[in-house]
Every structure is written in structure tokens, then in C-alpha cells.
């Protein structure tokens, strides 16, 4: 089995850490979410029942999110060859998730958001690098 190179080790702990507080901060939103649903429609206040669903929604998308990282910090882990195209592809959800986000607020959500795309375009460089692809056989 060839030796695993360090940043990949790093990354695949990243993605373990991410996971884990995707999971936590998801299972949050949707918790929230569920109770403004149910007590909106309740008591017939529709605005807070429709930001109700939409956190139930975006709770259940980052929870699916969460178990992609998971798999994706395994398979670097192992170098598994397909990791890499997965890590790749949940880099590429991020950015689009990020620019989505950058749109929905104001001045500073925009900023925030401009911060947040260095992580995901740093480790996109580093997968795109020739000796990361051949640690996976690309």
C-alpha cells in the first residue's frame, strides 16, 4: 500500500471535523425548524411556518451533506481512488453553497462568504496537485 501523504491525513481529519459540525449545526436547524413548522401552522402564523420548512429542508440537505463528508474523509483516509473525485465534488457543493450564501444577506453575509471560499479553493489547489493525484491513482 503506497504511504499516505500528510496534507491528505490532515484533510481527511478536516472532513471528519466538518462532519461532525455540519451534523450538530444541521440537526439544530432542523430541530428549530420543526418546531416553528408545527407551531406556525398551530396557531396560523404562516410566515414563521414557511421558515419553519425551509430550515427543515436545509436541515435535512446538510445532514445528507454531513454523511457525504464522512464518507469522503474515509476514503482519503484509505486512498481510495474514487475519494478523490468525491472530495472534489463536495468541494464543488461548498463553493456553490458559499456563493448561494454570499446572495442572501448583506454587506457583511457577502464578505463572510468571500472569506469562507478560501478553505474550499486551498483544498481544491491541493487535490488538483500532481502528487495528491497519484497518491489516488489519477
Do not use: D, H, K
Not at 14 to 22: D, F, K, N, Q, R
Not at 36 to 42: I, Q
Request: proline share 2%; glycine share 14%.
Amino acid at each position: 500500500m503506497q504511504q499516505r501523504p500528510t496534507g491528505i491525513t490532515i484533510l481527511a481529519l478536516v472532513y471528519i471535523l466538518l462532519a461532525a459540525l455540519s451534523l450538530l449545526w444541521s440537526l439544530t436547524v432542523f430541530g428549530f425548524g420543526g418546531l416553528a413548522a408545527t407551531f406556525g401552522s398551530l396557531f396560523g402564523a404562516q410566515t414563521i411556518a414557511t421558515s419553519g420548512v425551509n430550515s427543515v429542508v436545509n436541515g435535512t440537505l446538510g445532514i445528507i451533506t454531513a454523511g457525504v463528508e464522512l464518507v469522503v474523509a474515509f476514503g482519503l483516509w484509505n486512498l481510495r481512488r474514487w475519494a478523490w473525485l468525491l472530495a472534489i465534488i463536495a468541494i464543488g457543493l461548498n463553493v456553490v453553497n458559499g456563493v448561494l450564501g454570499m446572495f442572501s444577506g448583506g454587506l457583511w453575509t457577502f464578505c463572510c462568504g468571500i472569506f469562507g471560499l478560501i478553505v474550499p479553493a486551498a483544498i481544491l489547489i491541493y487535490l488538483l496537485r500532481p502528487q495528491v493525484r497519484a497518491a489516488f491513482g489519477r
